[in-house]
Nanobody, 117 residues
């Protein structure tokens, strides 16, 4: 059984910072890309950022220069969010492309980020 467990969400004022963490556990044979999506009510889930197992990254235009994704090992991914704006308010979901008995994408349960004064 594979799990992605997220932490680090919360309430922050505009201009503030948060760091999200995601840890993968279970019978994992190989890890590939990991990343973060976000979703607000009534809208589709959107890609925020991703990182491959070789360290290549990509970012949504709306977060470039403010958010940084990094991995300290193959099973943990982090999202450092700086200069937060009210429009960053959303539920943030970790995702991971990994191999157990077969290769597929897994999702975390989501963590709420609220940017408000």
């Amino acid at each position: 059984q594979v799990q992605l467990v997220e932490s680090g969400g919360g309430l922050v004022q505009p201009g503030g910072s948060l760091r999200l963490s995601c840890a993968a556990s279970g019978s994992i044979r190989a890890m590939y890309a990991m990343g973060w999506y976000r979703q607000v009510p009534g809208k589709q889930r959107e890609l925020v950022t991703g990182i491959t197992n070789t360290g290549r990254t990509n970012y949504a235009d709306s977060v470039k220069g403010r958010f940084t994704i990094y991995r300290n090992n193959t099973k943990n991914v982090y999202l450092q969010m700086n200069s937060l704006k009210p429009e960053d308010t959303a539920v943030y979901y970790c995702h991971a492309d990994l191999l157990t008995n077969f290769r597929r994408t897994y999702w975390g349960q989501g963590t709420q980020v609220t940017v408000s004064s």
